[in-house]
């Protein structure tokens, strides 16, 4: 079996289109530098928006000549990274939980009552409490919301793993349509 280090599966995902973006952020919220902040002036002399070599757009302020600013800059950015990771994060807990759902209901043994469906959803609550370190009511909150995410609202879903929305506004939009028709 192939050994490759740490950097090396880094420049692996970094030389996909897709991996770029994934990378950056993960670059960004552990505090590493990827490229100049949008929010930056162009220190070197770069291409402005009004197409000037050099100068500072009319209106704009460069900012990279206050340490302190781009400091605060850089720290709003790692921020916001970090945001769109825990996002993406959420994202895939949701599928992974959805997945858990279909492979437990295939696993079980079909229900004779209603207690043992009840038991069944029960102990299912009850290992992803403890798998996630996290109180029963916590778990099937979850259990319910990934579910709803990824059947009712794949759209949010898709949102959330884009990293465009957080973790409380996909909550938000599962407690807001619960209650329309489908």
Do not use: Y
């Not at 070599?53 to 704009?60: F, L, N, R, S, W």
């Not at 605060?72 to 993406?88: F, M, N, Q, V, Y």
């Not at 009840?118 to 403890?130: D, F, G, K, R, S």
């Not at 884009?162 to 209650?179: K, Y």
């Amino acid at each position: 079996m192939e050994s490759t280090t740490a950097d090396e599966v880094l420049e692996r995902i970094m030389a996909s289109a897709a991996g770029r973006a994934v990378a950056a952020d993960c670059a960004v919220a552990a505090g590493r530098a990827v490229a100049p902040s949008p929010r930056l002036g162009s220190p070197g002399g770069g291409d402005c928006d009004d197409g000037a070599k050099g100068d500072v757009a009319q209106g704009e302020v460069l900012f990279t000549s206050d340490p302190l600013r781009r400091r605060k800059d850089d720290c709003l950015d790692r921020l916001a990274g970090i945001s769109r990771l825990e996002a993406r994060t959420a994202a895939e807990k949701v599928k992974v939980l959805a997945e858990l759902v279909e492979v437990s209901r295939a696993l079980d043994p079909p229900a004779l009552s209603p207690q043992e469906a009840t038991a069944q959803e029960m102990a299912l609550v009850a290992e992803v409490a403890c798998a996630l370190t996290v109180g029963e009511r916590t778990a099937g909150a979850l259990l319910t919301e990934s579910l709803t995410l990824t059947t009712a609202l794949p759209l949010t879903l898709s949102a959330l793993t884009a990293g465009v929305i957080s973790w409380q506004h996909a909550r938000v939009m599962v407690d807001e349509t619960s209650n329309l028709d489908r």
